[in-house]
């Protein structure tokens, strides 16, 4: 099994508030790739918050999933709050599969689809990619969660195995739009015009 690690514990400086509660689809971002990440069935469900977890909490309720809430994190970067996510990863689970909050278009198939070319390659990596751009959703093996472990503060750890494991590499593309994150209010009224909403939430 490979756990599906959420990383919700961003600052949202760009948003300007909080954006795991902002809806979309009449869902928060935070709930909608929660439950992506629990309908895939892969694994067990790890989310990780940081100084916005008192308001996120609620959006996960009754989602199958261990919550690791530190406010630090918020400050320390993607690399910290990967780390706190694969120390709660069950040690029966052969890996994980990385997914940001942010990014609210990603589904259970989409999951799914790196566990499928993990178990057909035995490749240790597994991205998914967009064009020409590679982003999460991305699976790692067991195997190299030490070096992702070991990234310290800041963010990059994710992109860099990428590069210097490039090798051992394999990649899923996406369907066109899916992997579009949220940054700022431009982003997901964008987003929201695709489903046909308005207004902002």
């Known amino acids: 099994m490979f756990a599906p690690i959420v990383l919700a514990a961003g600052g949202s400086s760009r948003m300007g508030r909080s954006k795991l509660v ?17 309908d895939a069935a892969v694994g067990p469900v790890v989310v990780v918050l940081g100084d916005a977890a008192e308001r996120a909490r609620p959006e996960l309720e ?19 709050s990967l780390a706190a996510g694969l120390a709660a990863v069950p040690a029966l689970a052969a890996g994980a599969v990385v997914l940001l909050a942010d990014m609210p278009l990603v589904d259970a ?70 992997l579009a994150d949220v940054d700022g209010p431009a982003d997901l009224e964008r987003l929201r015009a695709r489903l046909g909403e308005g207004g902002t939430r």
């Open 22 to 38: 902002l809806e979309l689809g009449g869902v928060s971002l935070l709930r909608r790739v929660a439950r992506a990440a629990a």
């Open 62 to 80: 009754g989602l199958p999933c261990t919550i690791v809430a530190d406010p630090a994190l918020t400050s320390r970067g993607m690399n910290a």
């Open 109 to 178: 198939a989409a999951i799914r689809a790196l566990v499928v070319r993990h178990r057909a390659s035995g490749a240790p990596l597994v991205a998914t990619r967009d064009g020409d751009a590679l982003a999460p959703p991305v699976l790692y093996h067991r195997a190299l969660f030490a070096e992702l472990a070991a990234g310290g503060e800041g963010d990059g750890i994710g992109r860099a195995l990428l590069r210097r494991h490039a090798d051992r590499l394999q990649v899923v593309d996406a369907p066109a739009g899916t």
